[in-house]
């Protein structure tokens, strides 16, 4: 019976641990924008334009 006191005092200090860092994030804005991150995969990088391709200087044709 002991050690149904020792768990339950572990599994509220735990949760108490968990919800302290779930109000820190929330704070902080960690889970302000949750859709553009899985979004953001889909979009395609910025077209850079071509630079000429210079072959090594060591090579010789």
Same mark, same amino acid.
């Given at each position: 019976?002991? *050690? $149904?006191? $020792?768990?339950? *005092?572990?599994?509220?200090? $735990?949760?108490a641990i968990f919800l302290v860092i779930f109000i820190i994030g929330a704070k902080k804005g960690q889970f302000e924008d949750d859709e553009s991150p899985a979004v953001r995969i889909l979009f395609d990088d910025e077209v850079k334009p071509d630079k000429e391709i210079e072959t090594p200087k060591n090579e010789k044709e």
């Open positions: 019976m002991e *050690i $149904l006191y $020792l768990m339950i *005092i572990c599994s509220v200090s $735990l949760a």
